[in-house]
């Protein structure tokens, strides 16, 4: 079954964007009663039929499917398309936000037009990855932020989880122990190069919890993934 974004609903219709009426009417050419998953991008999703002239029917409001759990990914500035990768997995598995962030080791620098047309190219991935999984709220992404910035964003959280491969022992299971009542969590994770000591210990100053994933060393893209899965599952909805 397909999934569309629709406009604010008017009674039981709604209409689908130009782009999404596009592509149902040519590329999939869908009929007046074909059914179709609608969904109205803050959250709210229902069982569709399409009704003609670029429009949808709402049959039945379907059930949010938002984890109550509010998970951040702070992701040091990858090389390539890994951050396309990022976005569109941990908008499957629930995670609410992604920030990419300028750490010590990023090789790859993103400031200004560069910053913003990377989080217009990383929001409409995740955009889709939602349609694709049925999720009624895609994962918000940020534009590249510095060190700095980033860091003031970290202390909020109720748990702040930073993966990184010299932690010895501590398991993401064993913060989970002590915070079961987590709701806002933040997951750090480092650069191809890894996070810096001095990004560890600044970290670990406002009150992160580094964490073991294994005796093997995960790429960061494989890391983030591996991360955000292990904490959906514990203080999520997996």
Request: proline residues 6%; charged residues 30%.
């Amino acid at each position: 079954m397909h999934s569309f974004y629709i406009e604010p609903p008017e009674g039981d219709l709604a209409a689908l964007p130009a782009e999404e009426a596009k592509h149902a009417a040519k590329v999939l050419r869908l009929k007046p009663g074909d059914e179709v998953c609608a969904m109205d991008g803050a959250g709210r999703r229902w069982w569709a039929e399409m009704a003609g002239e670029g429009r949808v029917r709402l049959l039945e409001e379907l059930p949010a499917n938002e984890c109550a759990a509010r998970i951040t990914v702070y992701e040091g500035l990858p090389k390539a398309d890994k951050l396309d990768f990022i976005a569109q997995k941990l908008t499957e598995l629930g995670a609410a936000r992604l920030v990419p962030v300028k750490m010590e080791r990023c090789v790859v620098k993103l400031d200004g037009k560069d910053g913003a047309k990377r989080r217009e190219r990383l929001q409409k991935i995740a955009r889709e990855a939602a349609k694709q999984c049925r999720r009624g709220l895609p994962m918000d992404v940020s534009e590249p932020v510095d060190w700095k910035a980033a860091l003031t964003v970290m202390a909020a959280h109720d748990a702040l989880l930073i993966p990184w491969e010299d932690a010895r022992g501590t398991r993401l299971k064993d913060v989970f122990k002590e915070l079961p009542e987590a709701r806002d969590i933040g997951i750090v994770i480092g650069p191809e190069g890894g996070m810096s000591p001095e990004e560890v210990d600044a970290m670990l100053q406002i009150g992160g919890r580094t964490v073991t994933l294994g005796p093997r060393i995960l790429r960061t893209e494989t890391a983030a993934v591996v991360a955000a899965a292990l904490a959906m599952q514990l203080w999520g909805d997996l």
